[in-house]
């Protein structure tokens, strides 16, 4: 079990040892990975495995695990927040299919968990048996904020009536705060915290999750991404590049990493350092990441969901930084304030 920050940078650790295999070692394990994940898409709730995938797992994969402490693993978990469709398939590639939970103190644990049975990508499958979910307050696109219902549900905060009836309405539903959407079969998706919404000075609603992970999607070099607009005229971003960590401390160190130096290399940088791109302002990576946030917004519902300004900083975000909080999640009031001055200087230009 573990948050996806934690299996994020699970996978950033093996795409580092790649690039430093040698090249048959490399394009086996890729071969494999390949074979591994479109028999897992195809087939996704079978064990039963074609040829060529128990190949790949026997001569390839089965190692990968091993080394990785995860041969005996039965069902590997995540929960606390959101994971890329691209972290997913990368797992499914090893053939680990990572299981989503979804659940707060107030209910006891888990509410909503996937199963073999009950397995999208995406999503914290279906509500377990007794309890229920809803949506209330939907936008257009059918997400809303998460209620639970059930024997799960706590009674209320000791000693706090007025906290416990915020909390839980008057037909015992309590509202999470959490946002998501039903899909038609019952699969639950969460796709943020409602307190995290950002409301533009337009008055859009504009949820920061999805674009933050389609960001560092379009852009593998991106280690962390932050969205801002709250009350503004525009939307911004920070931006932190993938770099390695310090073996004693775990802290961000300067050093990119092989798959952000590959990718330096292959729009045209030959930078191996994030001072060397945020020092000289790296034209090759710049207009790299411009060119990806372009992409990004080219996907967008409408205008106000673009990034019109961003900017890539020194550090990447970490819980000495103060960034991190101890499971990972990014909290944003902290980041807000540490980098206060480069926000409204995004907003300061636009008024001159």
């Excluded at 350092?273 to 409408?302: F, H, L, P």
Aim: glycine share 8%; aromatic share 8%; charged share 25%.
């Amino acid at each position: 079990m573990g948050v996806p920050r934690v299996w994020e940078k699970t996978m950033e650790r093996i795409q580092e040892a790649v690039a430093q295999s040698g090249f048959i070692r490399r394009k086996m394990l890729l071969w494999a990975m390949s074979v591994m994940l479109e028999q897992n898409l195809s087939c996704p709730g079978s064990d039963l495995k074609p040829f060529t995938a128990r190949l790949a797992d026997y001569l390839v994969l089965a190692k990968v695990r091993q080394a990785l402490g995860l041969a005996r693993c039965q069902k590997c978990f995540y929960g606390a927040a959101p994971m890329t469709i691209e972290t997913q398939h990368f797992f499914l590639g090893l053939d680990i299919r990572l299981y989503s939970c979804y659940g707060l103190s107030e209910t006891s644990g888990p509410h909503s968990i996937s199963s073999p049975c009950n397995y999208r990508i995406g999503s914290s499958g279906k509500v377990l048996p007794g309890c229920r979910a809803k949506l209330v307050n939907q936008d257009a696109e059918g997400t809303g904020e998460v209620c639970v219902w059930g024997r799960n549900v706590f009674m209320g905060y000791l000693n706090m009536e007025d906290r416990t009836r915020e909390a839980i309405d008057a037909d015992g539903w309590l509202h999470t705060g959490d946002l998501g959407r039903l899909d038609a079969d019952g699969f639950l998706y969460i796709t943020g915290r409602l307190k995290e919404l950002i409301v533009t000075a337009g008055g859009e609603n504009v949820p920061p999750v999805p674009i933050e992970e389609a960001v560092k999607v379009e852009l593998p070099i991106v280690s962390s991404a932050m969205l801002i607009g709250d009350q503004r005229k525009f939307l911004s971003m920070l931006l932190t590049l993938k770099c390695t960590l310090d073996p004693d401390t775990s802290d961000p160190t300067d050093q990119l990493t092989e798959q952000a130096v590959e990718f330096c290399q292959r729009v045209g940088s030959h930078a191996t350092t994030v001072s060397e791109i945020v020092g000289s302002k790296d034209e090759a990576v710049y207009r790299a990441i411009e060119e990806g946030i372009q992409r990004v917004n080219s996907q967008a519902a409408a205008r106000p969901y673009h990034i019109r300004k961003w900017t890539i900083l020194e550090r990447d975000f970490s819980i000495s930084g103060g960034e991190l909080g101890p499971t990972m999640k990014l909290k944003r009031l902290t980041v807000l304030e540490k980098y206060k001055d480069i926000i409204d200087s995004f907003y300061q230009e636009q008024t001159k």
